[in-house]
């Protein structure tokens, strides 16, 4: 069952009544769904495409035993670990997983700050939670990864702080300068002088040590 690029904001009912007791696939891209209300009618799905909608952390799924293949790029998803909790406990024959698109999936995709070693970190802490996976984002799991997961996926979890709004608000946002604070100005063409005083005592100067008093 396709229901691709509708704009719809929800499921329609009528799609659950009419399709919901015989679709195993159901294609839901390129709409506005936040949320997945009305899946439920849907009980014997082996296959659920989600790319391209702004379905987010509140994401809840029905309990679908027999979904195996589940994508969901491009959507809102920002909490990995909550995400994948919650698959664990509603799709337990899942095989195929895709988030690419999400910031919950650290890669170039959705920032250029991350590189490879993010998106390993992510692979390795993806398959720790979801040891069952066959294939993550379009690549084939592989064994070496399966083995590095069992042995270090619970400590690939990155955890980053929050600023509090009154470490925001103490600490205003200042960019570095070498010049004097009368020279910032881009407007100001006025030259600035410093001074420096220098004293010379000569204990450190190598060369002492070789003149002696007749040659002063």
Not at 55 to 74: S, Y
Not at 90 to 100: D, F, G, K, N, Q
Not at 168 to 191: F, I, K
């Amino acid at each position: 069952v396709s229901y691709i690029g509708q704009d719809c904001r929800e499921i329609p009912e009528h799609l659950g009544r009419d399709c919901g007791h015989f679709a195993k696939r159901l294609d839901l891209s390129f709409n506005l769904l936040r949320s997945l209300e009305g899946l439920s009618a849907f009980r014997s799905l082996e296959e659920l495409i989600l790319d391209n909608n702004q379905l987010g952390d509140d994401l809840v799924l029905p309990g679908l035993p027999r979904l195996h293949t589940l994508t969901l790029n491009k959507n809102r998803i920002t909490d990995l670990e909550n995400l994948l909790d919650h698959l664990a406990e509603v799709t337990p024959a899942l095989e195929y997983l895709s988030l690419l698109g999400n910031v919950a999936c650290p890669n170039e995709l959705v920032s250029l700050e991350k590189d490879e070693e993010d998106y390993k970190r992510y692979r390795c802490f993806v398959l720790y939670k979801l040891p069952n996976l066959k294939f993550l984002d379009a690549q084939k799991v592989t064994r070496q990864e399966r083995e590095e997961a069992l042995v270090r996926g619970a400590f690939m979890k990155v955890v980053k702080p929050k600023a509090s709004s009154e470490d925001v608000a103490s600490s205003p946002e200042r960019h570095y300068t070498p010049l004097p604070s009368a020279s910032r100005e881009l407007t100001s063409h006025q030259g600035v002088l410093g001074k420096c005083r220098y004293v010379y005592y000569g204990k450190n100067s190598e060369g002492n040590r070789f003149i002696r008093d007749d040659q002063l």
